[in-house]
Antibody, heavy 124, light 110 residues
Framework: QLQLQESGPGLVKPSETLSLTCTVS??????????WGWIRQTPGKGLEWIAS???????YYNPPLQNRVTISVDTSTNQFSLRLPSVTAADTAVYYC????????????????WGQGALVTVSS | QSALTQPASVSGSPGQSITISCTGT?????????VSWYQQHPGKAPKLIIT???NRPSGVSNRFSGSKSGNTASLTISGLLPEDEADYHC??????????FGGGTKLTVL
């Protein structure tokens, strides 16, 4: 059974960098046709897609965030990561990592496996 | 990329059917068949219940069904159960490989 687990600091100071890692177990991050993504949810609000990455290194970003965010993948450790510099209180959220099938691929395109979520609070 | 539009809340009684709408544009929902729906209980991660407009992942109850007409997608839950009370989120492919979500709908089972 595929499992995803987020890890990283739960508290980040304003203007500093938020860094999160998602560890994939029970399957390979190099599976053809699957993409790995980060989604966040502010308290009491909806979901916001941040970015996705393919195991070959192809990256895709939500336009409002693309100038701030970096997503990367490490196939040797079966992990992918998120880096968000210069955070503000507006970046306080639960951050989820998840897997989805690629558009135009054979696999279903919804996010079918999710981590449990990591609450990141931006505060001094 | 604007968020998709969902009603903030819907309600229904046990045994009834409800439908949640998700409205976008021709650049997202109306442009292809890549619409998904997620169920989220409080404090839990979202769970995929419908993918690619109308496909149910393995293990998802057939009480959940999805459809699309033009720029609007819909999730129908039939035979409401108390455990269906949750938040429901829609998502769609946007331009390029972008993913756009709706604002979420809170379902109350009366």
């Amino acid at each position: 059974q595929l499992q995803l687990q987020e890890s990283g600091p739960g508290l980040v100071k304003p203007s500093e960098t938020l860094s999160l890692t998602c560890t994939v177990s029970g399957g390979s991050i190099s599976s053809s046709g699957y993409y790995w993504g980060w989604i966040r949810q502010t308290p009491g609000k909806g979901l916001e897609w941040i970015a996705s990455v393919y195991y070959r290194g192809n990256t895709y970003y939500n336009p409002p965030l693309q100038n701030r965010v970096t997503i990367s993948v490490d196939t040797s450790t079966n992990q992918f990561s998120l880096r968000l510099p210069s955070v503000t209180a507006a970046d306080t959220a639960v951050y989820y990592c998840a897997r989805k099938g690629g558009f135009g691929e054979r696999s279903p395109t919804g996010f079918d496996y999710w981590g449990q979520g990591a609450l990141v609070t931006v505060s001094s | 990329q604007s968020a998709l539009t969902q009603p903030a809340s819907v309600s229904g009684s046990p045994g009834q059917s409800i439908t949640i709408s998700c409205t976008g544009t021709s650049n997202d929902i109306g442009g292809h068949n890549y619409v998904s729906w997620y169920q989220q209980h409080p404090g839990k991660a979202p769970k995929l219940i419908i993918t690619d407009v109308s496909n149910r992942p393995s293990g998802v109850s057939n009480r959940f069904s999805g459809s699309k007409s033009g720029n609007t997608a819909s999730l129908t839950i039939s035979g409401l159960l108390p455990e269906d009370e949750a938040d429901y989120h829609c998502s769609s492919k946007g331009g390029g490989n972008v993913v756009v979500f709706g604002g979420g709908t809170k379902l109350t089972v009366l």
